[in-house]
């Protein structure tokens, strides 16, 4: 069965520091991969998406993520952390051609100044 | 914004009462989607409906009932709910269903509470 584990309930750091929240997915073939972020009273947001292609995929806000197939991981960075990035991150599989994603349980950001 | 609306953003509720929630979507899409977020576990798909048809029901009790009267509107009919059905219910809309390339925006949801 596909899974997504996201090892980290609450990461802390300060802000300018550089990020990593971790993402491990298990799925038989190479899933469709995405970050989501959910900040205190909105929905999600999509961050980055990986289908196929370059493993290192660039996304909104400064993020990126990369695609490790042999580590079956799809790891989220930012080198700068800014105070507006404290939120709620998701990573979330995707099965091809279904709608049905399956979500980590998330990872909460917290920013100190 | 994302282009996706929910009504009401908060809803108190007793386990006798009868509630809807409802969404929006203001992008042109044709696939909607109901989902239940419960703390500390995943976000879980609940319904998706592709061209006002259901197209998926992730086996929720029967008391959750979706409606899709057209391709922007989706309504959760909510009845004779538990405590445990307490969560935050996001809607989400894209383009089609069956093709994770096209992506889903959320709502912001409805923080239910069902006493």
């Known amino acids: 069965a596909q899974s997504v584990t996201q090892p980290d309930i609450h990461i802390t750091v300060s802000e300018g520091a550089s990020l990593e929240l971790r993402c491990n997915y298990s799925?038989?073939?190479?899933?469709?991969l995405f970050w989501y972020v959910q900040s205190p009273g909105q929905g999600l947001q999509l961050l980055l998406k990986?289908?196929?292609?370059?493993?290192l995929v660039q996304g909104i806000k400064g993020f990126e993520a990369e695609f490790k197939r042999s580590q079956s991981s799809f790891n989220l960075r930012k080198p700068s952390v800014h105070w507006s990035d404290a939120a709620e991150y998701f990573c979330?599989?995707?099965?091809?051609?279904?709608?049905?994603?399956?979500f980590g349980t998330g990872t909460r950001l917290q920013v100190f100044p | 914004e994302t282009g996706v609306t929910q009504t009401p953003r908060h809803l108190v509720m007793g386990m006798t009462n009868k509630k809807s929630l409802k969404c929006e979507q203001h992008?042109?899409?044709?696939?909607m989607y109901w989902y239940k977020q419960s703390a500390k576990k995943p976000l879980e798909l609940m319904f998706v409906?592709?061209?006002?048809?259901?197209?998926e029901n992730n086996s929720v009790p029967s008391r959750f009932s979706p409606e899709c009267p057209n391709s922007s509107h989706l309504f959760l009919h909510l009845h004779t709910l538990q405590p445990e059905d307490s969560a935050l219910y996001l809607c989400?809309?894209?383009?089609?269903?069956?093709?994770?390339?096209?992506?889903?925006?959320f709502g912001p949801g409805t923080r239910l509470t069902v006493l």
């Open positions: 990986y289908f196929s292609g370059d493993t």
């Open positions: 992008l042109g899409h044709n696939a």
């Open positions: 799925y038989g073939a190479t899933p469709y």
């Open positions: 979330a599989v995707g099965p091809y051609n279904t709608d049905k994603l399956i």
């Open positions: 409906y592709s061209l006002e048809e259901r197209v």
């Open positions: 989400a809309s894209s383009q089609s269903r069956g093709a994770l390339t096209d992506t889903q925006y």
